[in-house]
């Protein structure tokens, strides 16, 4: 039963970040430039209502993130100090990401594509942070 719910944890935390990051990507490198060819009153419906859109899935993800993401750090204990450093980082990261997540999902916001951008550089680099710690854990 343990190596089912590590298995399935691990697909939950996988899955959460792949629809997060993947997310703010397809909003900020094609939603975004997309944009510029509707109306100026197209475009502000459009992004508001993609922002309506992309809001449940943004809690969803961050509470998935965050109860997988401890169950996988509580159940494989004993790592290096370089792997807490990183480790470290990575949270921080991912706090960022999901604070501007939270933002880019509320209306009104006109700084939504700038902060889309951070988010999603912050969100590539956890991902590759990541991919360090498994090879060294």
């Given at each position: 039963?343990?190596?089912?719910l590590?298995?399935?944890?691990?697909?939950?935390?996988?899955?959460?970040?792949?629809?997060?990051?993947?997310g703010l990507?397809?909003?900020?490198f094609?939603?975004?430039?997309?944009?510029?060819f509707?109306?100026?009153?197209?475009?502000?419906?459009?992004d508001?209502?993609?922002?309506?859109?992309?809001?449940?899935i943004?809690?969803?993800?961050?509470?998935c993130?965050?109860?997988s993401?401890?169950?996988?750090?509580?159940?494989?204990?004993?790592?290096?100090?370089?792997y807490?450093?990183?480790?470290?980082l990575?949270?921080?990261?991912?706090?960022?990401v999901?604070a501007?997540?939270?933002?880019?999902?509320?209306p009104?916001?006109?700084?939504?594509?700038?902060?889309?951008?951070g988010?999603?550089?912050?969100?590539?680099?956890?991902?590759?942070?990541s991919?360090?710690?498994?090879?060294?854990?």
């Amino acid at each position: 039963m343990g190596d089912i719910l590590t298995a399935l944890m691990r697909w939950l935390h996988l899955s959460s970040v792949a629809t997060l990051i993947g997310g703010l990507l397809y909003a900020r490198f094609v939603i975004a430039p997309s944009e510029s060819f509707l109306p100026p009153d197209a475009h502000a419906t459009l992004d508001e209502r993609a922002a309506a859109h992309f809001r449940p899935i943004v809690f969803t993800a961050i509470v998935c993130l965050v109860i997988s993401g401890l169950f996988n750090y509580l159940t494989k204990p004993g790592h290096s100090v370089l792997y807490h450093a990183l480790f470290g980082l990575k949270i921080l990261l991912a706090l960022h990401v999901f604070a501007v997540a939270i933002l880019i999902a509320q209306p009104g916001n006109k700084r939504r594509n700038r902060q889309m951008f951070g988010a999603a550089i912050s969100g590539l680099t956890i991902i590759l942070i990541s991919n360090y710690l498994k090879g060294i854990a």
